[in-house]
């Protein structure tokens, strides 16, 4: 008699049961796979972020646009930095900040807010309920107080050359009647705005030149931001146009952090890109 040898099929060796664990064993790896990279991102989202550098929002004064900062903007561009540089519009003080406000409202992340001129009236007005915005820095710019204008602060000190050096034109304003705007008078531009630069240079800039509206350098400020944000302070010791001696003035009564080159004429961004530059990186890093 032959012994019966059985040929019951184990329950892992049918059909259904080869098929599926692979299956099963394959699903659990690619879900492995997955949450290690979800992860991997969420931590490497939250490592970009508190890495990040801020955006750099640089505001040009009166006589000038946007351009004055092309030295500046290529120099931070060049270190990673996000940068606009807004054209100002120029008119008046709360139409400009309120203008000014609505593009930091437009930018995620940390913000560091940069005046020229009058462009530091403009930052110190629209600054206020952004807290995004974690420094001001002022280069050889206006810090007016409460319902000080940059006319106000332009005459608190001896040494301008703008009320001499002024030309006006009128324009038509939208809502009728005119305003007046004020442009340097190009025989005296170079020597008020901007004397450590080339004269074949300068004579291009008093071309260009934008005009501001008196009402705008008249205008007076709102409540400054720079009481309560950070703030950095560039002076211009060669100042034609803002008498250093106020710049000082401004930079002490704002506790900001200050430095100056003497030699430098009004467009220190201009002449001497490479110390703006520092000094706007140097209030990134100390309020990252």
């Given amino acids: 008699m032959s012994a019966h040898v059985s040929t019951q099929t184990s329950p892992l060796s049918r ?45 040009h004064g009166a006589f000038a646009d946007a351009s ?7 120099r931070l561009q060049g270190a990673g930095y996000p940068v606009i540089a807004p054209a100002n519009p120029l008119r008046d003080l709360a139409g400009d900040s309120a203008y ?37 820095v002022f280069i050889a710019a206006f810090a ?7 006319l106000d602060l332009t005459g608190k000190f001896p040494g301008s050359q703008l009320p001499t050096s002024l030309i006006t034109r009128q324009y038509p ?13 190009p025989a005296t531009f170079r020597a ?8 074949r240079d300068t004579a291009l800039m008093a071309a260009t030149q934008r005009p501001a509206a008196l009402a705008a350098l008249g205008s007076p400020s709102g409540a400054p931001a720079w009481k309560t944000i950070p703030s950095w302070y560039l002076v211009a010791g060669a100042d034609q146009a803002i008498p250093p001696a106020a710049q000082r003035f401004m930079a002490t009564r704002a506790g900001a952090h200050t430095s100056e080159v003497r030699e430098a004429s009004h467009v220190i961004m201009i002449s001497q890109p490479d110390t703006t530059t520092a000094v706007i990186t140097a209030a990134a890093r100390a309020t990252r």
């Fill in 15 to 59: 059909p259904g049961i080869r098929i599926l664990l692979p299956v099963t064993l394959a699903v659990l790896a690619m879900l492995a796979i997955l949450v290690t990279a979800l992860s991997s991102s969420a931590a490497a989202t939250a490592a970009s972020r508190h890495t990040a550098k801020p955006t750099v929002v640089l505001v």
């Fill in 173 to 185: 304003l939208p809502g009728g009647g005119t305003g007046t705007d004020a442009y340097i008078d």
């Fill in 68 to 74: 004055s900062w092309n030295k500046v903007v290529a």
């Fill in 192 to 199: 008020a705005f901007a004397a450590d630069l080339p004269a």
């Fill in 144 to 150: 007016p107080e409460e319902a000080e204008s940059a």
């Fill in 100 to 136: 000014l406000s609505s593009i930091v409202s437009s930018i995620d992340g940390p913000v560091i807010l940069v005046g020229h001129s009058y462009g530091g009236a403009v930052i110190s007005n629209a600054a206020t309920g952004h807290p995004n915005v974690k420094a001001l």
